[in-house]
């Protein structure tokens, strides 16, 4: 039968492959544990049993998500909550098809033992593609009057002094700044997740669009993407296996331990504080909670319902 | 094995041969100790100046790489401020740069958005080395916005000259694959004439080629050259997993290792030094140096098994032969002392067979003057003196069993001599004991009834034993043939004097007491001839003394004339006489038996009768010497005349 079997595969997986849809999606950023999921779904083939041809794109440390989604460069992307409705509100409507983070990552460390929230007139590092904009938001409502510093390299001005204080995300950067040897407080972080402000950040997006017009593609992504997340949480050491050939690949400057921690960071996220499941799913205070924020600061004048997010 | 250590704690040999390669042992074992530690130290001091000297060797190469760096900066920084008006010619400058900077991989001169207004929104000119060409690049676009990215942003913040974490670089070739490179850059702010950050130059050092350029000198086999950034992160190391992609604190994130935390905050504190620690799994001394322009660290690190190699495999060999000549020197111990002490293998043979009663056994003669040879002859001599002892001993044994049985007849004969047989109740209750201290004694007690009279006498010889003996047998004769005559009491003591006193060279002499009642009126007379007084129990049931005129003792004083002393009536009175064996009794604290204590055994119940009175007494001695060896002969005679 072995002898047998690797001809009829040879036979059936043209003909598999034939039928599958070609499907792009590209993650926040560079290869990691944050997006082991749907490398997962990939590598296990859920993918392929929904019929998909997913490829993963990438992009550059410079590049933004949203700006691929918004070029026609993939067809799904993650974004954060906030990113999101600015997206929608700025006239790109986004469907969400699948919400994996439960709850905000985002930090403020402080390079030198300070509490963030009280550094008036610092220089903080922000993220160019990504999921600073509720942090900033919040600084602003707060009446912080940071230097905000727009970059790719956070972790390395950061290191430096270049900066004091960067935005980061707990399982990320966080553990990056620990890996440096640099002695940070607990009082110098100031963590989203346990403050007024915790709005759940990655979820999947494809443009409206897109979903009108291949709605069960979209949805088969998000169904594998989700069996993805399941295998990984049950399976984190094969998992980090998987993450680290893409990282390897991809030349990330990271290692197995990193992203172990990552990924234990990230399930934890997914987790609802108040069901203590992953519920894979919009919660509608959350989505009024960031309108608010961002109304607030002015980054939004009009908010974006739930109903505008979903299909 | 049971067997092996049986047979080892029966032979001598074996023992002596142990204990002495013990102890040569314990000396080696001290000794390889001591030379092993001061060996050690000298290796230590050793590898410290050798990897000191390594490592010096490759700070200075580094040094002049990184000099070489900082120079070539200077000098394109001249370039493009002298030519700032012509954008046209940065291409050419980061190629000249490149080319003339040995080591270096890529050179970037870059400005701000729109600097030059009439050209593009990204201006980097960028020249870097692709195998052995040159290659040049207008860096910059929607997809690679240079000035988010460290290289860029670094001197533009901190507005002086710095040196990078390290990064991947990105190139994207003709083919659109995107090519990496792991560099870390030397980085120049460009300031316009107001100091306004106008760019930035940045040359590129490729991490591999830098790894490749100080990991060609090790001090040791398996030692290895590591350079770790201001973060950590390790610029050179031979590991490919660990170069780039981890810091020096990577290990202790999951686990601690405070050793590895220790020498990262050393290192990267700026420090020099030589530290000893585990270092994936291996122990190892890491010697490290600062670079103090870069804020990097530059460390040798040489493991433990390298540096002391040479000195583990003398000490093995040293371990090896000192166990080889433990062991020959067991074998020829073992045999030496084995044929030393042959003799006294025999010795023992014989000597068992002398234990066993063979005292004919003939011993080995050895000629031998050492301490065996004179074991050998002691031994002899003492087989000999024992066989003599042994015949002297069985001699003296048969004469002191004849002498006992001799002893025995006398004692016979003495016991035979003392009256046995008691008179009725009627109108005497009498009745005597005597009990010899040795197998025959001095004491004696005798009575008589004679013409209504009981005549009757206790009597205590100077001294014990057989000539004692002798003279109680004479004094009993003298006493017993001077009562048919019924004579005075003091009669009978002047007969018996005379008797004594009589050829009495030994100077030994008697006490008695002789007393004579009238059995109808119960008159007694009675002569005390240096003898203890007679107790009695009066009416009221309490004993007491019986107040007599001492004399002196019989056979002192020939001629002596004994005085003598009456009492009215004693019917119904117990009279004890007795002899000082009973009053002077010694127990084991040698406390007397005493004459109050005496005096209180027989007042202690009412008489009943005169052998009761005897048997209460006994029992009241005995008590009190509570097994004590009797140290006199003990005599006494009761009695009490009845109406």
Partial sequence: ?311 | MKHFLDSLRRSLSAKLSIWVVLFTAMILLASLFYSSYVARRYVRVEAVQRASQVLENSVLKLMNILEDVELAADNLEWLVYRNLEHPELMMDYSRSTVQGTPGLNGCSISFEPYYYKDRYYYSAYSGYLDEDTIQTVQEGGDDYQYFYLSWYQLPKLLNQPCWTEPYCDWEQDDSSDMQTEKLVSYCKPLNDPDGNFIGSISLDISLNWLSKTLSSVQPYPHSYVVLVSRGGTFLVHPDPDKLFYQTIYTGTLLDDDPELEALGDSMLDQEEGMRSLKIDGKRSYVFYTPLKSTGWSMGIVCPERDIFSGFNRLRWLVIGIGLLGLVLMFIVCFRVIRQTLRPLSNLAVQAGNIADGHFDTILPEDPRQDEIGTLSRSFAHMQTSLVTYIDELKRTTAQRERIESELQVARDIQMGMIPRVFPDKGDIDLFGVMVPAKEVGGDLYDFYVLDGKLYFCVGDVSGKGIPASLLMAMALTVFRVAVQQAPPVTEIARQLNEALSAENDQLMFVTMFIGAIDLKTGRMAFCNCGHNPPAFLRKDGKASFVPSEPNIPLGVTPGYVFKGQEVDDVRGIPILLYTDGLNEAENEAHEPFGNDRLLEVMGSAPYDDAEEMIGRMNDAVKAHVAGAEASDDLTMLCFRINH
């Avoid at chain 1, 409502?141 to 935005?167: P, R």
């Fill in chain 1, 1 to 311: 039968m072995k002898r047998i079997l690797p001809l009829l595969l040879l036979l059936v997986l043209p003909l598999a492959a034939e039928a599958q849809e070609h499907f792009v999606f590209t993650p926040q950023s560079s290869a990691q544990a944050q997006f082991a999921g749907y490398y997962a779904a990939l590598e296990k083939g859920f993918y392929a049993e929904e019929g998909l041809d997913v490829e993963i794109v990438h992009p550059f440390a410079t590049q933004s998500a949203a700006d691929h989604i918004r070029e026609g460069k993939c067809n799904a992307t993650t974004l954060p909550l906030t990113l999101a409705l600015r997206t929608v509100a700025g006239g790109l409507p986004l469907v969400n098809i699948l919400q994996t983070s439960m709850n905000s990552a985002t930090v403020i460390i402080s390079r030198w033992g300070d509490d963030p929230l009280t550094m008036h007139g610092a220089k903080v590092t922000s993220f160019r593609a990504g999921f600073g904009q509720s942090a900033r938001s919040f600084v602003e409502m707060k009446g912080l009057d940071y230097e905000w510093i727009m970059t790719a390299s956070a972790v390395n001005l950061f290191i430096a002094g270049a900066v004091d204080a960067m935005l980061g995300r707990s399982f990320d950067e966080y553990y990056r700044i620990l890996e440096t040897g640099i002695d940070i407080p607990e009082k110098a972080i100031y963590r989203f997740e346990n403050g007024e402000f915790n709005i759940q950040q990655e979820g999947v997006y494809v443009t409206r669009a897109y979903y009108l017009t291949h709605r069960k593609q979209a949805e088969a992504f998000a169904r594998a993407s989700r069996k993805g997340w399941a295998w990984v949480a049950d399976h984190q050491e094969e998992a980090l296996d998987i993450v680290m050939r893409y990282t390897k690949e991809l030349r990330v400057a990271t290692n197995r331990i990193l992203q172990q921690l990552m990924l234990k960071e990230v399930l934890r996220l997914q987790q609802d504080h108040d069901t203590g499941l992953r519920e894979f799913r919009v919660r509608p205070d959350m989505v009024e909670k960031a309108n608010r924020i961002l109304l607030d600061s002015g980054s939004l004048t009009t908010p974006v319902t739930l109903e505008e997010l979903l299909p």
